[in-house]
Each structure stands twice: as C-alpha cells, then as structure tokens.
C-alpha cells in the first residue's frame, strides 16, 4: 500500500468525534435495513431460505438490482447468510421479526424509521414555526401494535388493582387494542364493562379482538371522544384505566377530564393512569418520546409528574400513589383513589 495514503488516512481516523459517529452509523443502518426488509416481504420470504430468482418471482421484483443491494446491506450487517445460492436468516434480530411473535417488534421498527425519523428530520423547520405533522390518524393502529412491549408489566399492575372475585365494572378509556379488558377479565372472571378509543380504527381493532377472546358479551366498545360519549349516569365503574393517554388532552383542560373520570367511579373506585413523564435529563427514551409528542397537532408534551399530582388532588381525589416501573426511568402508574 502506498504510504501517502496511509497518512492521509492516518489523518482522517484523527478527524474529532469520527469514530464515535461512526460506530453510531452502524445501528443506524441496521434499522433502516430491517425497516426495508420487512416492508418488502424480504424477512418472511426467507423464512425457509431461498435464491435469488425464487425471491426474485416470490416478492414480484421489477428492479433486480434494489433486491441485490439490499441482500448485499443484509449480508454486511450478519443479518443474513449465504451458502450454494440460498440466502437465509442469520441475525437474531431478522428471525425474531420473521417469528410469528415478531410483530410488536416490527411494529417499533416500523415507527421509528418512520414518524419518530421524521419528528427529527423536520424539527429545525418546525421549530422555526413550519406546519407540525399531522399524520396522528395514519399512525394509532401501529402505536397500538407497539404498545404491546409494555404489556408484561401492566399486566402486573392491572392485576394489582383488580380483585379476584366478586362483581366488579371497569372502563378503559384509550383502549387500544383491547388488552387491559381482556386482562382484568383475566384478574376477575366476573369483570365487565366498557373501553373507549378516539381512533376509530382501533375501537375496530379492539373490537375484533375481543370478539376472538371471546369476551364480546362481556365489554362494549366505544369509538370517539369520551367527553362526548359518557356521562356520569353511564358510570358507577370500580376502575377507570387510561394509559398513555394524558398527552392527547391538553394541560388547561385536564382538570376538567379528570372531574369527569372521577364523576364515572364509584363511591370506593379509582383512577389508573399510566404514563411517560418528563425526562428532566435521564430518560433518554422519555425525552426521544416528547420530541415526536411536540412535533405532532394534537398531542402534547409529556407531562410533569408533580401537575398531575396536582390536577388529581384538585379534582377532589383523596389518595394518590405512584409506581415506578423501572429504575432510571420515567414510566410511572398512578392510582387516584376516589
């Protein structure tokens, strides 16, 4: 090798912050291929591996030499392998979203290299007073589908508040895709009630799904803005949950939500909230969060643990107790006794 280049070269690796941005590079690209190769049938087709001409035919290529670039990114990365033709999954994370339970994975790809990408790629133009994304229609069906990462620990949490026995009514206000339902009635196996949705598509999709548990008879589904939908006749409920959903309403009109909720609970209910709070500098995965919370019409950013707190003590809550999910991090249950 001729040795002016390996002092220019020399003195490129010296450039300040190369090699941490470049080490950075790598996860990057690593997302945007899974990205591409999940919206292009690439993971599932090589479920079982296959050439080049059978991919070629099986997910209708008209342009071979995207298909080659992007077989050539996935054997860069180790997400694929090559033997006598055949391409086949070799990462672990490629064959978990080519699983049958790989959808909640795929879902939380597919939301950042898309609308959690864009919230940064066009925060200098909004910032400086540009439009903000208006695309919370499109995406509640793939937020409900990631939402799912969570479920392990509200399920614990859910069941924490439920008793074993007796009758008992619940409301899920935001209720996505249908789980907290489906796991208070695993709680209690007389639990009934209602869930609420402002997404009309995911009042369908919880729909469905609790017709496929089986619990269709048992909960009703509502789509629509629950300030116009129930009302203090319609309530006497033993629990109200409402999870990630403090930042589609508004700070100035939350003690007003709150006073509805709680006009909704019985005389020994109470109010289950869980929520992203500000990250105050040491939640990375919080503050990632109010960055796209802030760059989209019709949501907020997160909120401050000590206003709600307030708010609920206002609107005439008597007992407030908070839980921590995780150490160093932002994610908190709070239950309002009424």
């Known amino acids: 090798m001729n040795i002016r280049y390996l002092i220019s070269g020399y003195k490129t690796v010296r450039i300040p912050g190369l090699w941490p941005v470049m080490r950075d590079l790598l996860p990057f690209l690593r997302m945007h291929y899974l990205y591409a190769a999940l919206e292009t049938g690439l993971l599932p087709a090589l479920r079982t591996g296959a050439t080049r001409e059978t991919l070629i035919a099986k ?149 469905n799904n609790l017709a496929k548990w089986g619990l269709q008879n048992s909960f009703d589904i509502l789509a629509g803005d629950i300030r116009a939908q129930i009302d203090a006749r319609q309530g006497g409920f033993d629990l109200i949950t409402a999870f990630n959903l403090i930042y589609y309403v508004v700070p100035e009109e939350r003690p007003e939500f709150f006073s509805l909720l709680r006009s909704l609970l019985s005389p020994h209910g109470r109010l289950a909230l869980v929520n992203n709070f500000q990250s105050k500098g040491k939640d990375p995965m919080a503050a990632n969060l109010n960055i796209v919370n802030c ?38 249950g709070i239950t309002a006794y009424a």
């Open 59 to 207: 997910l209708r290529v008209q342009r071979p030499q995207l298909l080659d670039a992007l077989l050539d990114m996935g054997l860069a990365l180790k997400e694929l392998s090559l033997r006598n033709s055949v391409f086949s999954l070799k990462g672990n994370r490629s064959k978990a979203l080519a699983s049958q339970d790989g959808d909640v994975l795929a879902a939380l790809i597919q939301a950042n290299a898309t609308y959690y990408r864009d919230s940064y790629r066009h925060l200098a133009a909004r910032m400086g007073g540009a439009p903000l994304g208006d695309d919370l229609d499109e995406i509640g069906e793939l937020v409900a589908r990631f939402s799912k990462i969570g479920e392990p620990i509200l399920r614990s949490f859910i069941h924490s508040l439920i008793p074993a026995a007796g009758v008992f009514r619940i409301l899920d206000v935001g209720c996505g895709s249908g789980f907290v339902l489906k796991t208070a009635r695993e709680a209690n196996n007389k639990a009934t009630g209602a869930g609420i949705d402002a997404d009309s598509k995911v009042a369908d999709q919880a729909r």
């Open 295 to 332: 760059s989209l019409k019709r949501l907020t950013a997160l909120p401050n643990l000590e206003d709600i707190k307030s708010q609920l003590t206002g609107c005439g809550f008597q007992r407030i107790q908070f839980t921590r999910f995780m150490p160093r991090n932002e994610f908190y």
